[in-house]
């Protein structure tokens, strides 16, 4: 094993990492390094292994995860709240290592898998009740995941998946956002035929609230539109990108597409119109996107698209009408993050819960045809005591 120019070690299958772990097949590749499936010869199982690249900054990154995954581990004693396991870690040749529990596909591989037709209702909501176990306790913990997406989502079920391809006897490969390798998940295969569980990986880029490192988190599809603006940040960020994984599971598509920062904010806007003044008041990056009078600059995309503020909504763009999730969405994408649903409040939302849903707008509504109700009924009692 050596170093590539970029500071992954090279390896082969069958090559060990410290005597121990026997490489298999590679998992998955990004900016921080690989992960590859090991044979533990030590415990006789099958792992991943994260192997960080052999590069300061990734390094200085890879101890944070560390710390957060074994507080996050340590806090999770009985498997309850659905965020991947860390086992050990090590320097093997100047490189940070850490094992986890072996999970499955992950959820962009699997919505690939299975044509890009998204999952029905009900799979959304298990899995976003399994995540929101996960972000209650990170918000108990105070700790930001900052990279909520359906890559750092995965299937407990380690079957589901075979991503190496035959021929690749090494596991070089083009990095790039979304994962190069092809996994070999069977044609036939319908995921709304299945009931899985998932975890939540990946806390490669998560802090204390209180100790935030950077001004610009999370990964662009999924990011909260106080990143955008450069306002101050906090765990509520994790319940925007939450709302887009689950929107982007039920269709099959990110929600909020964007080729770039700009367009990421004009994807938002043309769904929710345009952001509170007290925001662009304050966001230091306000200037990027709009202009002097909190005018939108005007962009177009790619394919000479130009979206305004506004023109689309929630219930068109999912093709939903269920009343309970496109309420509990747009509980997540509130602009202002103190008034975004909190992971406790989601898990008391009839999304969640599976209670009759009563939209907030027809509560008066409502409450006056009880009373109304009860008038009436208090008015007749004299009767019908009468009649009998
Ligand atoms: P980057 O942030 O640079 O994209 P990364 O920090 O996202 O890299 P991870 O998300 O931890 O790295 O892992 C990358 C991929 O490896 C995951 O998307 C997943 O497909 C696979 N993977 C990670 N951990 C496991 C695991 N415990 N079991 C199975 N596969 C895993
Ligand atoms: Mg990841
Ligand atoms: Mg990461």
């Known amino acids: 094993g050596f170093d590539d120019s970029r500071g992954d070690l090279y390896l082969t299958r069958h090559d060990h990492v410290g005597y121990r772990y026997e490489i298999l097949s590679l998992l998955g590749k990004g900016s921080f390094g690989q992960v590859v499936k090991c044979y533990d010869h030590k415990t006789k199982a099958n792992i991943a292994l994260k192997i960080i690249r052999n590069k300061k900054r990734f390094e200085k990154q890879g101890v944070v995860e560390v710390n957060v995954l074994n507080k996050l581990t340590q806090e999770d ?220 600059r005007s962009i177009t995309n790619s394919k000479g698209k130009k979206r305004r503020p506004g023109s689309k909504t929630l219930s068109g763009v999912l093709r939903s009408t269920d009343m309970a999730f496109l309420d509990f969405l747009d509980k997540c994408f509130s602009w202002n993050p103190e008034q975004r649903i909190t992971p406790k409040e989601a898990l008391e939302h009839p999304f969640i819960t599976g209670q009759r849903f009563i939209p907030e707008s027809s509560d008066n509504i409502l409450r006056k045809a009880i009373q109304k109700q009860s008038q009436l009924e208090s008015e007749k009692k004299p009767l019908s005591g009468s009649s009998t």
Not at 187 to 215: A, M, Q
Request: with cysteine; aromatic share 12%.
């Open 77 to 296: 004693p009985n498997e309850e709240y659905n965020l991947v396991h860390v086992l050990d870690h090590f320097y093997f040749r100047g490189h940070l290592c850490f094992s986890f529990e072996l999970l499955g596909t992950n959820l962009y591989e699997w919505l690939k898998a299975g044509g890009f037709t998204g999952v029905h209702l009900g799979v959304v909501k298990r899995f976003a009740t399994q995540m929101l176990q996960c972000l209650n306790l990170l918000h108990s913990l105070k700790i930001i995941h900052c990279d909520l997406k359906p890559e750092n989502v995965l299937l407990k079920d380690s079957r589901i998946l075979k991503p190496l391809s035959a021929d690749a006897n090494t596991y070089h490969s083009n990095s790039s956002s979304r994962s190069t390798f092809s996994s070999k998940i069977p044609p036939d295969f319908n995921p709304n035929n299945h009931i899985y569980d998932i975890k939540v990986i990946d806390f490669g880029s998560s802090c204390y609230e209180d100790e935030r490192l950077y001004t610009y988190v999370q990964s662009r599809f999924y990011r909260s539109p106080e990143i955008i603006l450069g306002l101050p940040y906090s765990m509520s960020i994790d319940m925007w990108s939450f709302g887009c994984v689950l929107a982007e599971l039920f269709t099959g598509y990110p929600i909020f597409p964007g080729e770039n920062e700009n367009e990421q904010l004009a994807c938002i806007m043309e769904i929710k119109g345009l952001p509170p003044s007290s925001l662009l008041a304050t966001g230091s990056r306000t200037r990027t996107f709009f202009d002097s009078n909190n005018t939108p």
